[in-house]
């Protein structure tokens, strides 16, 4: 029998492609699941049983939350990637890391064929074929829902004729999970006009006391939340099951698709924003001027790469030495307050702040030049802007 590698979450495109593939194409599918935060222990075991009945020879998790961390999010992080200023880039940056342990899963299984159930319309497909083409070539890539352009009806008709009675009823709201957020899709994020009712999203309002976390960053990584050191995955875990009471990190993003199409998807994302914006926070009171400014261009062109699966070019090993040596003095503490809905950078302490030089303080006294000090490089700084002026006073 050809040995295929699938992809497999459980869900229903995944679930028809290994009774479809197993049973119609005569494959000797091994499903195989990556966890980058989304899975329970229950869930697992599940996925497993399930992909198991529907034909799948093996069923293998990979549990890759750490090297999610390692691989991805902490660039994130270091370079405050918010995709158009708004979403932390949550589920787009998992596929890229699922996509490389499964095309790695199948090449240490000797597979000839990987499979995933993505359709034809969406940015999955392109990230899990470009990551598959660029590390296998030589293992031919099956996409079943998107080559038979397949309706979600005909695929649960294809399994109830197969004995396959499980409940495929579509859910109102699609919800991705992971170490780095969630993503919320419905019927409202399909238009224009919509909003999310509060009942999409799965973190509720619990917490109404407003209340103050101390985070604790080193050369740019959470190391310590209220004093209490753990590693920084560990951290981000606490710090969403704490921020998620408040209803925090709630958002519609609006995006241009790797397709060329625009795209709208709800989110919450309560552990990634409040660290985005605590590390940006505590990088102005630490880093230079320029080196912020270039960590802005080089931050948004990652995140602009790794949304596209542009994952493996060697630029990006390039960015991330650079963002990386930026966070040399990038530690201290960030105060945060939380708050229903909303949460409030207080301030920072950190033996690097910039603010604690004795050369003055900002419109205070001056206290490392003179007035005429001053006056004079105001004058030089004008020269410019004198000399075109003089130059173009008689042109419109």
């Known amino acids: 029998m050809k040995k295929l590698v699938l992809a497999y979450s459980g869900g229903l495109d995944t679930s028809y492609c290994a009774k479809y593939l197993s049973k119609e194409k005569g494959f000797e599918v ?10 329970s222990k229950e869930e697992i ?20 939350v750490q090297t999610f961390y390692d691989k991805v999010v902490k660039y994130l992080i270091f370079g405050n990637v918010l995709k158009n200023n708004t979403y932390p880039l949550s589920v787009s940056a998992e596929r890229i890391v699922q996509a490389i342990e499964i095309v790695n899963h199948a090449k240490k299984l000797g597979a000839e064929y990987i499979a995933h159930g993505s359709t034809g319309a969406g940015n999955d497909q392109v990230r899990f074929d470009m990551i ?38 579509k859910a109102k709201y699609s919800i991705n999970k992971g170490l780095w957020g969630t993503s919320v899709g419905g019927e409202e994020t399909l238009t224009s006009e919509k909003p999310l009712p509060d009942s999409a999203y799965p973190s509720q309002l619990q917490e109404k006391e407003p209340s103050e976390v101390k985070l604790t960053f080193e050369k740019g990584e959470l190391v310590a939340i209220n004093g209490v050191k753990d590693l920084p995955v560990a951290n981000i875990e606490k710090l969403n099951n704490m921020a998620s009471k408040y209803a925090i990190g709630r958002d519609i993003h609006v995006g241009d698709t790797i397709i060329g199409i625009k795209g709208r998807v709800g989110f919450e994302a309560a552990a990634s924003l409040i660290i985005i914006k605590a590390h940006h926070l505590l990088e102005k009171h630490t880093l230079t001027k320029w080196q912020q400014y270039q960590k802005e261009q080089l931050g948004n062109f990652y995140g602009m790469l790794l949304h596209e699966g542009n994952y493996l070019d060697e630029v990006m090993r390039n960015i991330e030495a650079f963002l990386k040596d930026t966070q040399k003095n990038v530690s201290g503490d960030v105060f945060v307050g939380l708050f229903p809905f909303q949460f409030r950078l207080n301030g920072i302490a950190s033996e690097h702040d910039l603010m604690n030089a004795s050369f003055g303080s900002y419109g205070e006294m001056n206290k490392g030049w003179t007035a005429d000090d001053a006056k004079g490089f105001i004058k030089i700084l004008s020269n410019s802007g004198k000399i075109y002026n003089h130059v173009n006073q008689n042109h419109d």
């Open 30 to 39: 091994h499903a195989v699941s990556v966890n980058t935060g989304g899975f």
């Open 45 to 64: 075991t599940d996925i497993e049983e399930k992909a198991l009945r529907l034909g799948a020879r093996s069923y293998t998790s990979i549990d890759a």
């Open 132 to 169: 598959f083409q660029i590390i296998a070539p030589e293992i031919e890539i099956i996409t079943p829902i998107r080559d038979n352009k397949l309706a979600r009806e005909a695929e649960i008709e294809y399994l109830k004729q197969n004995g396959v009675e499980y409940s495929w009823e």
